[in-house]
């Protein structure tokens, strides 16, 4: 008996300190590996295909319990997609992969469940900001707008390593709401693209 009471009394005392506290504070880093594209509304015959890319994060979250937080991230993102066919001046016509790379940062309601908190699951809106355009090493960021906005969402699994440190792997992703393609009286063009992209990430978590 005394045996049974001393497990349940570790076990307890175990869950409790990977429990997350209200008012604590986590602070994390991570790489992944993006795929994304664009969806079209075009009177054109536009295609495209997506495109890997890769982006660099930092991340805080606050917790109002064990169970929610806020979270925000700022991303450096690259998105854009691939197989762009372009008529050059020349009369030639190339296939080359636009480029377009951004900050990103998503502020995110984060729902942490499982039996030890380990999953997380969250969603909100990001904000992003165009830092780079590019196709075939020519600049093109004054074809697009400068600031893109739209859905983040993601769910990962965390890993204990000691009692301030833990391992994630998270998948996330991005839905664009408005037209990223800048609009003015000399570029009267019909084409509208919105942003989509998603990504696998690995990183650490510290918490304060």
Not at 52 to 60: D, E, I, R, Y
Not at 107 to 112: E, F, G, I, K, R
Not at 170 to 180: A, K, N
Not at 184 to 200: T, V
């Amino acid at each position: 008996m005394k045996c049974r009471i001393l497990l349940i009394i570790s076990l307890w005392v175990s869950l409790t300190a990977l429990a997350q506290n209200k008012g604590d504070i986590e602070l994390g880093g991570n790489v992944g590996v993006n795929i994304s594209n664009v969806a079209i509304n075009s009177d054109n015959d536009f295609n495209t295909e997506s495109k890997s890319g890769f982006n660099l994060t930092a991340s805080g979250e606050y917790y109002f319990s064990d169970r929610w937080g806020i979270k925000a991230k700022l991303i450096y993102d690259q998105k854009g997609w691939g197989d762009s066919f372009v008529l050059r001046l020349d009369g030639s016509v190339v296939e080359e992969d636009m480029e377009l790379d951004y900050l990103t940062i998503p502020v995110m309601a984060n729902l942490h469940f499982g039996r030890k908190r380990n999953w997380y699951l969250n969603l909100g809106l990001y904000t992003g900001f165009l830092v780079n355009a590019e196709l075939d090493g020519e600049d093109t960021k004054d074809f697009f707008n400068n600031v893109d906005i739209g859905l983040a969402l993601g769910i990962g699994v965390k890993f204990p390593i000691s009692d301030k440190a833990k391992l994630f792997i998270e998948y996330d992703g991005q839905s664009g709401f408005i037209d990223i393609v800048e609009k003015s009286e000399n570029n009267g063009s019909s084409l509208e693209l919105r942003n989509g992209r998603s990504a696998f990430n690995i990183g650490v978590l510290f918490t304060l």
